[in-house]
């Protein structure tokens, strides 16, 4: 099914969650195995939580393949009661120094929802970008609807570096955040058809600075949209990154595997 000696590296992924017990064979130990032996030949595994950081590390213990990355998400950031906030970060301070935590992750901004919280929002972005400082790894970004005022805290925080994962911004942030040593990850919705925006900032990215990944079992790429996603579609989204970048597929799998050996220190 994958042509040999393709190797893809999934940059971001969640096979802790519910869905994949539920709607995937094997749930998500035989997702990953399934994977794995399609071409992926390694995958980060991102938490959201204190409790799936830790599903995370115990997935990169079980699957040599696998590392892992672990924070707290700003959706789940305001779910916690205020007086558990420094425990939940002192938490993720901890798990950093496993041998298999390669990123702070997922952190960041998100506006999407109704009864947003800004202020614990920022608090918690800024203390696991301290977090990370210390623990002297790279953070994964996740920003919805809020592009300026990630640019803003990242912009103020010169010494943290990180990727934006499943970049939707335009291709001149794409530009920006390159030249200040960020790096950019792209998911499923580069090969929607009228993700033009999408499309020209996969082209824009310096070509050190490019990764893709799944973010399953959300967003799948064409032609799988409405199934359940899993690193076996990766290729799909590689194909398209590919494409705009006018280089062969096999070019983009090594090129933003390396990219994400680097990043993430292995
Ligand atoms: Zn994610």
């Not at 992926?40 to 892992?68: D, H, M, T, Y």
């Not at 901004?109 to 301290?130: I, L, N, P, S, V």
């Not at 790894?137 to 990727?163: C, K, M, Q, Y």
Request: aromatic share 10%; charged share 25%.
């Amino acid at each position: 099914m994958e042509t040999p000696g393709i190797r893809y590296f999934d940059a971001h992924a969640h096979y802790n969650d519910r869905r994949f017990e539920e709607e995937f064979e094997g749930g998500g130990r035989g997702a990953l195995l399934k994977a794995h032996a399609e071409g992926v030949e390694r995958i980060c595994n991102v938490g959201s939580s204190v409790s799936s950081s830790e599903e995370s590390i115990r997935l990169a213990e079980e699957f040599p393949f696998v590392i892992a990355a672990v924070g707290i998400h700003p959706s789940d950031a305001q779910e916690i009661p205020a007086s558990e906030c420094d425990r939940a970060l002192s938490r993720i301070e901890a798990l950093c120094s496993h041998e298999k935590v390669r990123a702070v992750g997922e952190i960041g901004f998100d506006y999407h929802w109704d009864g947003t919280d800004k202020e614990r929002q920022t608090y918690f972005f800024e203390a696991q970008m301290d977090i990370a400082l210390r623990a002297s790894l790279p953070v994964v970004i996740h920003s919805r609807d809020a592009a300026g005022d990630t640019f803003d805290l990242i912009a103020r925080h010169p010494e943290n570096t990180g990727v934006l994962h499943s970049y939707s911004g335009h291709a001149e942030g794409a530009r920006q955040y390159n030249r200040m040593g960020w790096y950019l990850s792209f998911s499923g919705p580069v090969t929607y058809k009228n993700a033009n925006k999408v499309k020209e900032s996969a082209a824009a990215a310096e070509s050190r600075m490019l990764m893709i990944e799944t973010d399953c079992p959300y967003l799948p790429p064409v032609p799988h949209r409405g199934e359940i996603n899993y690193s076996g579609y990766l290729r799909h989204t590689c194909e398209a990154v590919a494409a705009v970048r006018g280089i062969s597929p096999a070019e983009a799998a090594e090129l933003t595997f390396q990219n994400a050996e680097r990043f993430f220190g292995l």
